[in-house]
Nanobody, 134 residues
């Protein structure tokens, strides 16, 4: 069993930056480093989409086209944390951001996570809201 809690959302001006955090609480003997993790977002009235994914060891990452070059995903398995840093935020980045474990190998993660990673999610966090507005 794994519980994920996101934080770091809020109101940001266009062009600004933020860092989202995902804290994992692991029970039943499992450790975070067993899981690849993805960040997903859902804008008002739209379907949830993948933003970025990172392999269990952190060596493989992938980004959606919408955030490529503006986002950096990272993780600290010792602290059971996964982060998403985003720069040059745009109004279209507004939405609820979720972290989730994804059941993908590093190679598969790089190929498909940013496109349809939600199909491979096992555990979801509760989300944190990001609003980009002046």
């Amino acid at each position: 069993q794994l519980q994920l809690v996101e934080s770091g959302g809020g109101l940001v001006q266009p062009g600004g930056s933020l860092r989202l955090s995902c804290a994992a609480s692991v029970v039943s003997g499992f450790t975070l480093d067993r899981y690849a993790v993805g960040w997903f977002r859902q804008a008002p009235g739209k379907e949830r989409e993948a933003v970025s994914c990172i392999s269990s060891s952190g060596t493989a990452t992938t980004y959606s086209d919408s955030v490529e070059g503006r986002a950096t995903i990272s993780r600290d398995n010792a602290k059971k944390m996964v982060y998403l840093e985003m720069d040059n935020l745009k109004p279209e980045d507004t939405g609820d951001y979720y972290c989730a474990t994804v059941d993908l190998t590093p190679l598969s993660l790089q190929k498909i996570c940013a496109v349809r990673g939600s199909q491979f999610v096992k555990y979801w966090g509760q989300g944190t809201r990001v609003t980009v507005s002046s």
